[in-house]
Nanobody
Framework: QVQLVESGGGLVQAGGSLRLSCAAS????????MGWFRQAPGKEREFVAA???????YYSDSVKGRFTISRDNAKNTVYLQMNSLKPEDTAVYYC??????????????????WGQGTQVTVSS
């Protein structure tokens, strides 16, 4: 069992930056792949970024070059550094944990545990 708590969301102007954090507890964090997803009002949840247990990263095309995912296994925390934010980045951002298994990191159904979400609002 893994518990995930996100923090760092807020209101920022377009072009600004935010760093989201996701603190994990309850199991061996370093064994899990970690992902960030987001959901805007009226839209489906979509993949943003992921990092596997070895540190390999994956990004959606919409955030590649602007967002950076990283993890600190000593702190049981995964981060999402978001730069050059755009109004279309406005959404609730969710952290998710994926137990070791075959498959991809891009689909929400691959993940076993979810945080409660944190709101990110980018004003124009």
């Amino acid at each position: 069992q893994v518990q995930l708590v996100e923090s760092g969301g807020g209101l920022v102007q377009a072009g600004g930056s935010l760093r989201l954090s996701c603190a994990a507890s309850g199991s061996t964090f370093s064994n899990y792949g970690m992902g960030w997803f987001r959901q805007a009002p009226g839209k489906e949840r979509e993949f943003v970024a992921a990092i596997n247990y070895g540190g390999r990263t994956y990004y959606s095309d919409s955030v590649k070059g602007r967002f950076t995912i990283s993890r600190d296994n000593a702190k049981n925390t995964v981060y999402l550094q978001m730069n050059s934010l755009k109004p279309e980045d406005t959404a609730v951002y969710y952290c998710a944990a994926r137990s070791p298994k075959s498959g991809t990191y891009y689909n929400s159904y691959e993940y076993d545990y979810w945080g409660q979400g944190t709101q990110v609002t980018v004003s124009s």
